[in-house]
């Protein structure tokens, strides 16, 4: 910035180049506008209270960024095709969880969103990590906002890490929330 005096006494004309945009906002109260442009967060949801968790650093961040935030339930196929009494009829079993996900995800929205962010809600079926990354790329979302329950070991191994698989996997930057962690979110 360069100050030179005018013919006018006690004047001056003040010369701004783009380095000086920040200072230029500052001075007339205007927020900094933030280098990441969000419109679309993904935040898999699976009702423990972990990934309810999720949702409530996804709010905020959807607020300051004025993006809409998309949960998304996975209906888990199952792994088996019948047990000891015959056939198990996959279809309406995959049914009745589908309705009831959007269900429990329409009043998640009512309840924690409470219309402070344009929302919608998607539900699908399949292997969890696999649909939550193919979601991502179909928004396409800016960001994934996931929990994670922390396990270590057998169980880890067993079970694998949706988070982990997704963060190795997602076609955008992904939050993970920790089920315990030092809490940043202003009450």
Do not use: W
């Amino acid at each position: 910035m360069k100050a030179k005096p005018t013919n006018h006494p006690g004047e001056v004309v003040l010369e701004l180049n783009r380095r000086d945009e920040a200072l230029l906002a500052a001075a007339s109260g205007e927020a900094t506008p933030s280098p990441f442009r969000l419109k679309k967060i993904l935040v898999p949801i699976d009702f423990s209270d972990c990934s309810k968790k999720a949702l409530q650093y996804a709010i905020p961040l959807a607020k300051q960024h004025r993006a809409a935030i998309t949960l998304l339930y996975v209906v888990a196929t199952p792994a088996y095709a019948a047990d000891e009494y015959g056939g198990i009829d996959h279809t309406s079993l995959e049914v009745e969880a589908r309705t009831g996900a959007a269900e429990a995800l329409a009043a998640l929205v009512v309840d924690e969103i409470r219309g402070e962010v344009p929302s919608d809600t998607v539900v699908c079926s399949g292997s969890t990590a696999f649909e939550i990354i193919e979601a991502a790329k179909r928004l396409p979302a800016d960001m994934i906002v996931v929990s994670t329950h922390g396990r270590t070991g057998l169980k880890h191994v067993l079970l694998g890490s949706v988070a982990e698989n997704i963060v190795r996997h997602a076609p955008c930057p992904v939050l993970v929330v920790r089920e315990r962690e030092h809490e940043f979110l202003a009450n």
